[in-house]
């Protein structure tokens, strides 16, 4: 036999030989997963004949989550459904509740909620002014505050001095925006394809100062209109005021004599003094000659 053949057969009897009584040790990785917990008990404001719509936050355990109220009660037209609460609460008031969520390992966790179901504030529009000088092209966002349907609105906005409109934008596709600058007075008007959500950003004004300075609370007027064609805010813009003229001094006069009294004024009197008056001399009594003696 030659050479070659034996080595190889040696080295695989070798290797065979060293694989005797080895143990094979196989590397596996195990998660920790997080204890099941909310990581959100607070839940936002909610207004009546508003629609609500909120997650209540779980994390942790193995996904997915069921939920459930365990305890209380939910507002009167608002449901649970997997973590998502919404719906369009009826009545006010401060509702506490408990809400069970289980998880695909079946672990479960359960945590005492608080929604407050309040009456709509009235329908707003404002702008978000930045707190510092502006001194350039700056981009204010107006936001609208319980909508309620609204589907059309327009807006008036006497503008300060210095300050130009350099354009106006909708803040997303599903609005169309028409606007003009008349003197000081901006007028936008604007459309809804599909109603808005309080809070949402409409539009973004841009304005351009002639120099540097800070803008102060904008004098607004509006008027908001519902999907049927119904006013649902309206709020006159301000009518500017006047500036009242500043007062006239007359200056004292100067110089002799009498100076000229001032239009409708009663001019002064010298009173006239009567020099008291004196008794005239009665007549002197005559006094008779002596009479003499006659001869």
């Known amino acids: 036999m030659s050479p070659v053949r034996l080595v190889l057969p040696a080295a695989a009897l070798g290797l065979l030989l ?3 009584g080895s143990t094979t040790t196989s590397t596996s990785s195990t998660s920790t997963k997080d204890a099941l917990y909310f990581s959100s008990t607070n839940a936002p404001v909610a207004y009546v004949g508003e629609p609500f719509t909120t997650q209540v936050a779980v994390s942790g355990g ?21 973590t998502t609460l919404s719906g369009k ?28 179901v309040t009456a ?31 589907r059309a609105f327009r807006l008036q906005w006497t503008l300060p001095d210095g300050v130009t409109v350099t354009r106006v934008t909708p803040a997303d596709n599903r609005a169309v925006a028409y606007w003009k600058v008349t003197g000081r007075t901006l007028t936008l008007d604007m459309g809804f394809r ?12 841009s304005v351009s100062p002639a120099r540097p300075l800070t803008l102060a609370a904008p004098v607004l007027g509006y ?15 301000p009518t500017p005021t006047p500036a009242t003229p500043a007062p006239v001094t007359t200056p004292a006069g100067t110089g002799q004599g009498t100076g000229t009294a001032a239009p409708g004024s009663t001019p002064a009197t010298t009173p006239t003094t009567t020099p008291a008056g004196t008794t005239p ?3 002197q009594p005559v006094t008779p000659p002596a009479s003499g003696s006659g001869k």
Do not use: H, W
């Open 18 to 20: 060293s694989s005797c």
């Open 89 to 116: 609460p009826t009545r006010e008031g401060l509702y506490t509740f408990t809400v069970e969520v289980s998880d695909a390992a079946l672990s479960t966790k359960t945590q005492s909620m608080t929604l407050n």
């Open 194 to 205: 599909t109603p808005v959500a309080t809070g949402d950003r409409v539009a973004l004004v």
């Open 223 to 237: 008027t908001a209109i519902g999907g049927d064609g119904q006013s649902l805010a309206r709020v006159a813009l």
């Open 281 to 283: 001399a009665g007549p």
């Open 120 to 150: 709509l504030p009235p329908l707003s529009l404002a702008f978000t002014l930045p707190t510092s000088e502006i001194r350039g092209e700056t981009r204010l966002p107006l936001t609208v505050t319980a909508p309620r349907a609204m």
């Open 62 to 82: 193995v996904g997915p989550y069921s939920l459930r109220v365990v305890n209380g009660k939910l507002p009167d037209g608002l449901t649970l459904s997997s």
